[in-house]
């Protein structure tokens, strides 16, 4: 053994020394930061821009700084594939409206610049012509002629025709599909009889029907498979000839473009991966074979291999959600690139310890509990790049692998992204909401004191264990639920971290203050899931969205069962509707039944019933609450949806080209930014067919 001596001690009193003055220097770098950091970036419509911090990227090594970075540009490179997803002239429309703005020399004090511009930004934020959360088409304010007069100034060469094409014959057709409502009035249309055909997104082909569509992928399943892969999910179903084809998105087939600059990235990020973390190279290898082939069979082993990987630093990238297709077949393209909130994640790591415990002691039938829960791992992450779907508007929480198999041999892996609810709260500060629209000062006290840390422990429970918890029948497709089954899997898992939010289980543990704590939670989601949530719906429309229809499937069902015993009512005080909670404890045993019948659903299959309840309790508005609603919101100046700014990357390198450091910068802006994704970042052709 080596004596330690007392050159050595001066050596590491010296070093300790130094670290502290690093530290020190670091504090005062973040306290400037805090000093000058500015979370609002911009607002229109009905949105407003937001920043979020990177709090601990200075802290992590020059190799895990060059991994995010690289892992970031793979994130941005996919954002051409999301745009042509959400709609076939996405991408015409949005080249378009850049080079109109790029080149324009008119009047920008003018009416209709200002509404352009608005029309702009907001196709950029939504990725494309319909509300990123409503599905509905937004319609410019500026008019017809305005936008045919700045098509025909722009040089020829800046309008996006197709081969042949002139630019009146270009403008003829791309006009309807911005100004006609009735043309590709939806993005997903879950109403109509046949959903496909409704929907404006671009998923299947012209003439593809929803009867064609499952029966296409049924013919590809077979009942007795143990392992089934997520048919359908990278590709887009169309007729040729007649005869239905898959065009899948891969390196040699559709979106070739960008996903080979998603893979020059990722192999970027592989060769400065840790050689000591196998997993983690692993999981990159394998997202990497799996663009290269496009066969599901390899994203079900890199979705393996990602539940297994507990680095760090980590990333979601490729074709993951199934929200943006009716029938929950076709994922769109997202990624979240992140590192672990060490001490944030502690919290996580009990709850993700205990899960067996919470299966155990769920109120579900004995029938739809695992018997053995494996690898659930949990933790809390800091954001340090969003793309695709997750940007600019973004998740909170993400639990993932979605295949039930996998969750059920292998486990998931369940984050809460801290950073991003930190901006969330820090934004709404002072908005006088609470005033507005809170009963009384009991409860506005409550989510004073608690209403932060309920909110992410309830993001916690929905994530870590929530979408992990329960089991399927043998037999049961996992498919059965249809175009319902975002919906139901949303239900299930907020209830889940509901009913366990009150349990004294969490006390115990010490994730929560105090067994009052879990009331800031009750009071916010169903003040939200009755009332407040409303915001996001135009006046007469429907709520489609999964997540709103999730909230207020529940909220609305309490209501209704709860009415016996008052356990809930509205309220009228000064010509002005409350949420009034009286009975906390028998609102938890509501949560807990209809837990229960949820997870029934999932777990038999039982789509009669599972459309029952979202028809029922979670679609249908109260007209005339909703106007109030309205009304009393756009007193408060508020908007109701946002979104965020990417920070940049400050790169330094050698005279040889070797990254020596990575900084992040937090000062580029809304429209610099979209500006430069477009310039720097959009390798795919104007039309994808």
């Given at each position: 053994m080596r004596k330690i001596t007392l050159s050595f001690v001066v050596f590491v009193a010296s070093l300790l020394l130094i670290a502290c003055n690093n530290k020190k220097q670091e504090e005062k770098t973040e306290s400037e930061t805090n000093k000058n950091f500015t979370y609002e970036v911009d607002e229109f419509a009905d949105i407003q821009i937001l920043r979020y911090k990177v709090p601990g990227f200075e802290s992590l090594t020059l190799q895990q700084k060059t991994q995010l970075y690289y892992l970031s540009m793979a994130a941005i490179e996919g954002r051409d594939i999301l745009f042509d997803q959400n709609n076939k002239y996405n991408l015409a429309i949005r080249r378009t409206l850049e080079a109109i703005y790029l080149n324009y020399k008119g009047d920008k004090a003018s009416n209709d610049y200002k509404e352009f511009e608005i029309y702009l930004k907001r196709v950029w934020f939504s990725n494309g012509i319909h509300h990123h959360y409503g599905e509905e088409k937004f319609l410019p304010g500026f008019s017809k002629n305005f936008f045919v007069e700045q098509v025909k100034n722009l040089p020829a060469t800046e309008v996006p025709t197709k081969e042949n094409q002139s630019v009146d014959e270009f403008i003829t057709m791309i006009s309807p599909v911005i100004f006609d409502p009735a043309i590709m009035s939806k993005k997903v249309n879950k109403s109509a009889k046949d959903k496909i055909l409704a929907s404006a997104n671009n998923y299947y082909g012209d003439g593809v029907t929803q009867n064609e569509v499952i029966d296409f992928y049924n013919k590809m399943k077979n009942p007795n498979e143990q392992h089934p892969i997520p048919y359908g999910l990278n590709s887009r179903l169309v007729k040729e000839n007649g005869k239905l084809v898959e065009k899948v998105w891969f390196e040699n087939g559709l979106y070739s473009d960008a996903i080979k600059r998603i893979i020059f990235w990722l192999e970027k990020a592989l060769s400065v991966t840790d050689v000591r973390d196998k997993k983690q190279q692993e999981v990159i290898s394998k997202l990497i074979f799996f663009y290269k082939s496009g066969d599901l069979k390899n994203y079900d082993e890199y979705a393996i291999a990602w539940v297994n990987d507990n680095a760090l630093t980590d990333f979601v990238n490729g074709f993951t959600e199934v929200y943006g297709d009716a029938l929950g077949i076709k994922a769109s393209w997202e990624s979240i690139v992140n590192f672990k909130n060490l001490e944030a994640t502690k919290r996580t790591e009990i709850i993700s310890a205990n899960a067996q415990w919470f299966e155990n002691n769920s109120p579900i039938d004995k029938r739809f509990k695992k018997e053995e829960v494996k690898g659930v791992s949990a933790k809390v992450i800091t954001v340090v790049q969003l793309g695709g779907d997750c940007y600019p508007a973004t998740p909170i929480g993400i639990n993932l692998p979605n295949a039930d198999w996998i969750r059920k041999d292998y486990g998931s892996k369940s984050v809460t992204i801290e950073n991003i609810m930190e901006a969330y709260d820090q934004a709404g500060l002072h908005t006088g909401f609470n005033d507005e629209f809170v009963w009384s000062e009991k409860e506005i006290g409550y989510l004073k004191d608690y209403g932060f840390i309920t909110d992410v422990l309830h993001t916690d429970l929905h994530e870590c264990l929530g979408h992990g918890s329960g089991k399927l029948l043998p037999g049961t497709d996992p498919n059965a639920l249809g175009e319902t089954s975002s919906e139901i899997e949303e239900t299930r898992a907020d209830l889940f971290g509901l009913y366990y939010l009150a349990d004294p289980k969490l006390v115990e543990?010490?994730?929560?203050?105090?067994?009052?704590?879990?009331?800031?939670?009750?009071?916010?989601?169903?003040?939200?899931?009755?009332?407040?949530?409303?915001?996001?719906?135009?006046?007469?429309?429907?709520?489609?969205?999964?997540?709103?229809?999730?909230?207020?499937?529940?909220?609305?069902?309490?209501?209704?069962?709860?009415?016996?015993?008052?356990?809930?009512?509205?309220?009228?005080?000064?010509?002005?509707?409350?949420?009034?909670?009286?009975?906390?404890?028998?609102?938890?045993?509501?949560f807990g039944q209809l837990l229960a019948e949820i997870q029934r659903i999932k777990s038999e299959g039982d789509f009669k019933a599972a459309k029952s309840l979202v028809e029922n309790y979670g679609v249908k508005v109260d007209q005339k609450l909703h106007k109030e609603v309205l009304e009393r919101y756009k007193n408060l100046n508020m908007k109701p949806y946002k979104g965020f700014v990417n920070p940049t990357f400050d790169i330094t390198e050698d005279k040889d080209g070797k990254i020596t450091d990575v900084k992040i910068n937090y000062t580029e802006g809304y429209i610099d930014q979209m500006l430069r994704y477009s310039r720097e970042f959009s390798t795919l052709p104007t039309y994808n067919e």
């Open positions: 543990l010490g994730v929560i203050p105090n067994a009052e704590a879990y009331k800031a939670e009750y009071y916010k989601f169903m003040m939200n899931g009755l009332m407040t949530q409303l915001v996001r719906i135009e006046p007469g429309k429907d709520i489609e969205e999964a997540h709103m229809v999730n909230r207020q499937l529940i909220a609305k069902w309490v209501l209704e069962k709860g009415k016996a015993d008052n356990v809930v009512e509205f309220k009228i005080r000064d010509g002005k509707t409350f949420v009034v909670i009286n009975d906390y404890e028998k609102l938890r045993s509501l």
